[in-house]
């Protein structure tokens, strides 16, 4: 919800801004939950430590429930209240929505957008295949005794790789449109993933993850604010 919210509460020419600063947050807190899931199932074993695998899954459902009983309960419009009351007075002088163009332009406009929806799944596809091999991956290509506390290390280098790109990419595009800076962050990405298939130390892959963070901090602050 808070993405939508963004188009309604917060002034057009600090949308990028405050898009890299939602997102921020959300990299936090993801990179939080995410590194303490795989510290956790760093004790797992299919014999003994089943118990471990629980507390994962238990952990996952609290904080699920906590952030949408959250989003419920903090997002409740009151009735002449503004949500962001400092935005109140440039939100009323917005000028009127334009009127719906064209069937024409409308059909254009609807196949541009089926292309972003279609670049959302390729890339959080490619985010998630990060996150979702690479225990595998360090523990067969790098050769890692304990890839669960690798994933971890990695895990938290990308998300304060994003986390740190998240704001100056959302100003930048303010000031200078999403185009440049999605050739940049779709560049970088291919960079990282290119590496990734000559990484063979530890090292090696925190750097691509710095690259890989910055790639995502891109996207993500962007394409919330387009």
């Known amino acids: ?3 939508a ?12 801004a405050a898009a890299g600063l939602l997102n921020v947050f959300k990299v936090a807190g993801a990179g939080v939950f995410v590194i303490t899931v795989l510290l956790l199932m760093d004790n ?4 003994t430590g089943r118990v471990w695998l629980w507390a994962s899954l ?6 699920v429930v906590a952030s949408a009983l959250w989003t419920v309960l903090s997002l409740r419009m009151r009735r002449g209240v503004p949500l962001i009351p400092a935005f109140a007075e440039e939100l009323a002088q917005r000028p ?20 972003f929806l279609l670049s959302l799944v390729f890339v959080i596809a490619a985010m998630s295949a990060m996150q979702v091999y690479s225990i595998p ?6 050769g890692l005794a304990n890839p669960a506390r690798g994933a971890a290390l990695l895990a938290l280098v990308v998300a304060v790789s994003t986390a740190a790109v998240a704001v100056p ?3 930048l595009q303010d000031r200078f449109g999403h185009r440049p800076l999605l050739v940049a962050a779709g560049v970088s990405g291919a960079a990282a993933a290119l590496l990734l298939m000559a990484a063979h130390t530890l090292v090696h892959v925190m750097f691509i993850g710095v690259v890989a963070g910055f790639s995502i901090g891109i996207f993500v602050s962007v394409t919330w604010a387009m």
């Open 96 to 115: 009127p929505r334009r009127p719906a163009p064209p069937a024409r332009s409308e059909g254009r406009r609807r196949g541009a957008y089926v292309l």
């Open 58 to 63: 238990a952990l996952l459902v609290c904080v």
């Open 44 to 47: 797992y074993d299919r014999d």
């Open 1 to 3: 919800p808070a993405n």
């Open 137 to 142: 991956f360090l523990e067969d290509a790098v």
């Open 169 to 171: 990419a959302g100003r």
């Open 5 to 16: 919210l963004l188009v309604d509460h917060v002034p057009p020419s600090r949308i990028g």
